[in-house]
């Protein structure tokens, strides 16, 4: 996959289907649609594209920053996972955020990503105050000489399937819930960093550490049962998530995984975790005894739980 970021200066050779977006979760909704253009690429031989921007626009626009189910990052990982041929992280400028919807589809869309076909969900919008919708791309497909294709919402329990719908089942802990609405599992991906070694050299549980960038949606504090993709390869895991508040001094938040049949040294690998099940909430431990106790308990339902799963794909446990 061919990522441009960090420039309004690009231009794609190949006619290409194309879609708009920020992706944040790629749910069922998006995979729809990504599966689409897969299909269109396949019968009529063009490059897939994704267009997006490198910031969210509300963070632009209030200068605060909004939490995100999918970094940039995780984002980048999963579309080259599935193939895609070009993924456009534009910059969200002054200039950007005042370009008329028309503007913007005649120099960027027909323009820089050299769009056929655009596929789009029902709700998309784009240019000055997002002016731009389905509507728009539907009015001027003939001047800019491409197809449109709308694809209707996902739903499900009589909703939309939304990121905002999937943020209320993280904060709740449901995570079987927020993985039906994904499609997927909630993953987090992160290069493994040396913690305070509390978990191999005093409670017998060697643990692989990570650190999501602050943008990053995390469900709610607590231990879940997890997948963990290394090297190519699913392992079962149990994973923190939290600051681990029995340890002494403070702890960012992270990620700290126990990873089922793993014996290699990570440090400085690139992995996923996925969480598959909520076990229980963090919290504080009245020493490091009972919290070893607790962990291994918490092994041990990881274990039963892992093994009665029969479709997840975990090769090692």
Not at 79 to 98: N, Q, R, S
Not at 232 to 250: A, D, F, H, L, S
Request: with cysteine; net charge neutral; glycine share 10%.
């Amino acid at each position: 996959m061919e990522y441009i970021t960090g420039t309004r200066e690009f231009q794609i050779q190949e006619p290409a289907v194309v879609t708009l977006g920020k992706f944040d979760g790629r749910h069922r909704g998006h995979q729809k649609l990504l599966k689409l253009m897969g299909e269109i690429k396949k019968e009529k031989g063009l490059k897939t594209a994704v267009l997006t921007f490198d910031m969210s626009p509300s963070t632009f626009v209030t200068g605060g920053s909004q939490k995100v189910i999918t970094t940039n990052l995780e984002r980048k990982n999963n579309l080259e996972k599935i193939g895609i041929d070009y993924l456009v992280e534009y910059p969200f400028t002054e200039e950007t955020a005042h370009m008329e919807p028309e503007e913007f589809v005649k120099q960027v869309l027909a323009g820089q990503m050299n769009a056929r076909i655009i596929v789009v969900g029902t709700d998309c919008s784009f240019g000055y105050r997002g002016a731009g919708n389905a509507d728009s791309l539907l009015q001027w497909k003939d001047r800019y000489g491409y197809e449109l294709i709308v694809i209707p919402k996902e739903r499900a329990d009589h909703r939309d399937i939304s990121s905002t719908y999937i943020r209320e089942q993280l904060d709740a802990g449901n995570m079987e819930k927020a993985n039906q609405l994904l499609g997927e599992p909630y993953a987090i991906h992160g290069t493994v960093v040396h913690g305070n070694h509390i978990g191999g050299a005093v409670l017998g549980f060697p643990t692989a550490n990570i650190i999501p960038p602050p943008e990053k949606h995390l469900p709610v504090f607590g231990v879940y049962v997890s997948r963990v993709y290394v090297d190519g390869t699913y392992y079962g895991g149990i994973t923190n998530i939290g600051r681990k508040p029995t340890v002494e001094g403070i702890s960012p938040i992270g990620a700290e995984t126990f990873i089922y049949g793993i014996n290699e040294d990570i440090y400085g690998k690139t992995i996923e975790v996925q969480l598959l099940h909520f076990i229980r909430p963090e919290r504080k431990f009245e020493g490091l005894e009972q919290l070893k106790k607790q962990i291994g308990m918490d092994r041990e339902y990881g274990m039963r739980y892992l093994k009665a799963l029969s479709d997840q794909q975990i090769t090692h446990l």
